[in-house]
């Protein structure tokens, strides 16, 4: 019976499948405390995770035993991959699991900053009726959205927006070509330049590398469209928060929706401060009672059968 640690929250239904198998340490606050966490970790073989522990250096060290990392999600930024391959352990994310949930709040954000509506609430309850400000805005049917990063999440928000109406673009620098075909549909590949220039609305998919830090700078935000909308529930820091304030402000950009931040958790906001046309929200797109319940019972599977592959 292997010894398997998680330090974030994980369901119930796939908490009670690894028990059946391993002796299970649940401490899903554990993070918070990273020097205790660290000290449990002696004679753990399997770690599960989501974002906020840091499988660094010094907790790879602090855990001799240590086979395989789970990740329930997919971003690996706070997993030191080439540390796990030098020991040898498996890291398994849950790609795709949590797509759908992702691309709903996309579509849902693309929604509630087009119609500009949020604002309406507070000033309906004040006994105001300001109908004609909140009448000048704008349907999706017939707009372009540039899909910035084209995986697995990046598809899912594409046949959902191609349902809405929506005129669909990407970029990807992975990916060559002047399309993708997906079932019956194609989807045009851009270069980045070209899809800012061109897109109403820009959703960001891409994971945080060296390559796309501060991607979105002030000078690549410059860039896009007029009154354009930025949703990012992909990495906080591939977008300069700063600037993207700055462009808010001044009306270049018409709206934005920001799921991910450059510090999680974020505690310095108020450069965004006073900002009507915008959404913050505390890296949740993901996260539904239905994709937690799919991102977990994938890894605690994953885990299942990586021990099992151990013993045979």
Known sequence: MSIIFISEFISSQALAALKTHHQVHYEPESYQQPATLIASLQ????????????VNAELLAAAPNLKVVGRLGVGLENIDLPACAARNIKVIPATGANAESVAEYVLGAAIALGRGFLPATEQTLAGKWPRPRFSVCH????????????????????????????????YDPMLTGAAVEIGQQAIPLLPLNDLLASSDVISLHLPLLPATKNLFSHATLGLMKQGALLINTARGGIVDELALAEHLRSGKLGGAALDVFEGEPA?????????????????????????????????????NQFFRSLAI
């Open 43 to 54: 004679h753990v073989e399997g770690l599960i995770v989501r974002n906020l522990t840091q």
């Open 139 to 170: 349907e999706l049917a017939g707009k372009t959205l540039g899909i910035v990063g084209f995986g697995s999440i990046g598809r899912v928000v594409f046949h959902k927006a191609h349902a809405f109406g929506f005129q669909c673009v990407a």
């Open 267 to 303: 505690k310095n906001l108020s450069h965004f401060s006073s900002l009507e046309n915008l959404i913050l929200s505390p890296h949740i797109a993901g996260v539904t009672v239905e994709s937690n319940e799919r991102v977990s019972q994938l890894i605690a599977t994953e885990v």
